[in-house]
């Protein structure tokens, strides 16, 4: 662009924006005794326009012009020029006739009376701000205000944290009300005078910050100050701190916004990408319009809706930044433990959870997931420090899950397992909720088992069990699982299939004579309504890959006291609410 190309546009090249200019001019509006301007980093003059109706403005800078300028507006001056005659036609041809000063910030001292608005547009680190402020110092008193470009600027984290701690120590005041969600200039009043400020500046450092910095104090309000420390930390691979900012952080869609203006700098910095794809899943859950609970969201849809429902269920609890671990929940997902309790979701969330025959325990991941605000689980043939789990969604295979239950109870607060039979845990331990998922076929001592948990449920405490029914086609557990998997030449498969296994006689040590106890359904709903009020009772039928169709009139005769029902069912859904206290008292006498 050439010099008079310049001179014949109406408008002053800018690096500042129309809503920086907007900023400006607002303040001039609020504060309409403002007399005498003094703007540090003029540049062409855009923003000094703005200050047309002050009686008195000043301008610092050393006019050099830079490469960086020439990138700007090409062809106008060469690197190294001064535009300080520029500069000055600029201003002359819109009618302006600021005070210059030619000077470095670093040389330059004011001494020419009170300043009421004092702007600075050419710090881009701390140690620059500081210089910038002590050359003004002398001029500023109780009420001048000072706005700063990129004072709300998340590639300027270190400025804005040292601009916290003028704050903190009483030397500018931050209103939010003041700032411009559509600008980074950042609005102060100072709140010293002259000789006080010049001694707050010289011994606040403004490099003395904390490596791993909080969201809090004056600059809390912002979304730019957040968005910058979540980019620090980012960058850093700090993981676990980005987490516990973003917990601090407010869900202002301006975060995420913030966020992504920054995101080719954050991509630059991290080395594992699947950690920043985590957290920017879990940032835009966290300002999602739809934060908080959503029942009808099936978070077991896809790992995106897991780690959202993860953070957004889980709000406000002390614990979520600490156990927001995504590389957990995803093997959790991508073990299939995510589906069970995305379909009991509502009666999980806002719960303590008690989970009896919890094996590894790793439904509770998806308990908690689900918004769970506690979780136990309690297996009393479990081996905490083992590292072998089922595979849900390969059959349930058994492998490595990468954590064993002792690990994941370090790593996550409220999911704790404990290899102790239920009837250990002590009475006053109560729980909103209790459940059993394929547990209730497995207990040879059933009845104790229903008995303390009703002991152990709070006043209107649910308790929900989804039984296998042994008397099903595959209830033995044991191959052939689905009709599929029959293999004709095997021997123990022969023993077990269409219904072979109910009038099967096991040693003793036999799977089925050791961890099956043969209850039926109706006995199952009369022990259930002993000791509880049956809510819901769904019974399931089994699929023709389960053996629905297979059942023969040979099977009947030879089991008459059994029903298609007893043969067809393949789960019992049940949920159950807590007996009053009255009720509890009247099944006793």
Not at 285 to 302: E, I, P, V
Request: charged share 20%; hydrophobic share 40%; net charge negative.
């Amino acid at each position: 662009m050439l010099m008079h190309e310049i001179f014949g546009q109406s408008t002053v090249p800018s690096m500042t924006s129309d809503s920086d200019a907007a900023v400006v001019r607002a303040h001039l509006e609020q504060h309409g005794t403002v007399r005498r301007v003094l703007e540090l980093g003029p540049w062409l003059g855009a923003l000094t326009l703005n200050f047309a109706s002050v009686e008195e403005v000043h301008v610092v800078d050393n006019f050099h012009w830079t490469k960086d300028h020439d990138r700007r507006v090409p062809n106008l001056l060469q690197p190294g020029d001064s535009f300080k005659d520029t500069f000055a036609a600029l201003m002359d041809k819109h009618g302006l006739s600021p005070v210059i000063h030619h000077s470095d910030f670093s040389a330059f001292q004011w001494s020419g009376g009170p300043i009421d608005l004092c702007v600075i547009d050419s710090a881009k680190t701390a140690l620059a701000l500081r210089e910038c402020l002590n050359a003004v110092a002398s001029g500023l008193s109780k009420g001048s205000s000072v706005l700063i470009k990129n004072g709300l600027h998340p590639s300027f984290l270190d400025m804005m944290l040292y601009l916290q701690r003028l704050a903190e120590h009483g030397v500018f005041r931050i209103d939010p009300a003041e700032q411009s969600e559509a600008s980074n200039i950042i609005v102060l009043r100072v709140e010293q005078d002259a000789p006080a400020l010049k001694k707050s500046l010289a011994a606040i450092d403004p490099e003395e910050t904390s490596s791993t910095p909080a969201i809090k104090g004056a600059l809390e309000p912002f979304p730019a100050f957040q968005a910058a420390i979540l980019i620090k930390h980012a960058c850093e691979e700090n993981w676990a701190s980005a987490y516990a900012a973003l917990d601090a952080s407010s869900s202002d869609p301006a975060l995420l916004r913030h966020w992504k203006s920054q995101h080719k700098t954050v991509l630059a910095a991290v080395k594992d990408i699947k950690q920043l794809d985590w957290f920017s899943t879990v940032l835009r859950a966290h300002t999602s319009a739809a934060a908080g609970k959503d029942s009808s969201q099936n978070f077991s849809k896809s790992l995106d809706a897991t780690l959202s429902a993860f953070w957004r269920n889980n709000k406000g609890q002390p614990w979520r930044a600490k156990a927001m671990q995504p590389a957990v929940l995803e093997r959790a997902y991508d073990y299939g433990y995510m589906a069970f309790a995305a379909k009991i979701q509502d009666y999980v969330h806002g719960k303590t959870v008690l989970d009896v025959g919890c094996g590894p325990g790793l439904h509770g991941l998806g308990y908690l997931t689900a918004g769970a605000t506690g979780y136990l689980g309690l297996d009393p043939i479990i081996k905490l420090d083992k590292d072998r789990v089922k595979n849900l969604s390969r059959n349930s295979e058994k492998m490595p899950f990468g954590w064993s239950p002792s690990a994941l109870s370090e790593m996550i607060e409220p999911w704790q397992v404990q290899a102790e039979p239920l009837q250990s845990l002590p009475e006053s331990d109560l729980f909103d909720f209790a459940v059993m998922h394929n547990v209730t076929e497995h207990l040879l001592q059933i009845e104790d088992v229903f008995a303390a948990i009703a002991k152990r449920l709070k006043p209107n405490g649910v308790l929900l069990y989804n039984h296998h029914n042994f008397y099903s086609w595959n209830g033995h557990h044991l191959p052939p699982k689905k009709v599929s998997a029959i293999r004709a030449d095997e021997p123990d498969q022969a023993a077990m299939m269409d219904w072979g296994h109910v009038g099967f006689q096991p040693e003793p040590e036999h799977y089925i004579a050791r961890g099956l106890n043969r209850i039926k359904l109706d006995d199952i709903l009369a022990l259930t309504a002993k000791y509880f009020d049956i809510v819901t009772a769904d019974e399931v039928l089994s699929r023709p890959e389960t053996g629905l169709g297979r059942l023969t009139d040979t099977v009947r005769q030879r089991h008459p006291d059994l029903t298609d029902r007893d043969f067809e069912t393949q789960n019992l859904f049940c949920v159950a609410r807590s007996k009053s206290a009255r009720a509890r008292r009247q099944g006793r006498t």
